[in-house]
């Protein structure tokens, strides 16, 4: 799991910049992983945050990019 920073991004119907960070929850006990987007389409900008619980052999961390992936911007 890599932190990233990218700009220029390509969306369906726009582009954008997102940054990628890990955090551990207020209880110290639950840590995750989230993206958050900033994207630009033809009728306005939006964002996007996406985050999962981070568990050892975390299968959600592969939904956390499909579902940046399949953003369509408008």
Excluded: W
């Excluded at 990218?6 to 989230?34: K, L, N, P």
């Excluded at 900008?45 to 579902?67: C, H, K």
């Amino acid at each position: 799991m890599k932190e990233f920073s990218r700009t220029g991004m390509r969306f369906a119907g726009g582009t954008g910049s997102c940054v990628s960070d890990t955090y551990t929850a207020r209880d110290g006990i639950h840590r995750y992983r989230e993206i958050a987007c900033y994207v630009e389409g033809t009728h306005g900008g939006s964002v996007l945050v996406v985050a999962t619980p981070i568990q050892s052999g975390n299968p959600g961390e592969s939904l956390v990019e499909q579902a940046v992936d399949s953003y369509v911007a408008e």
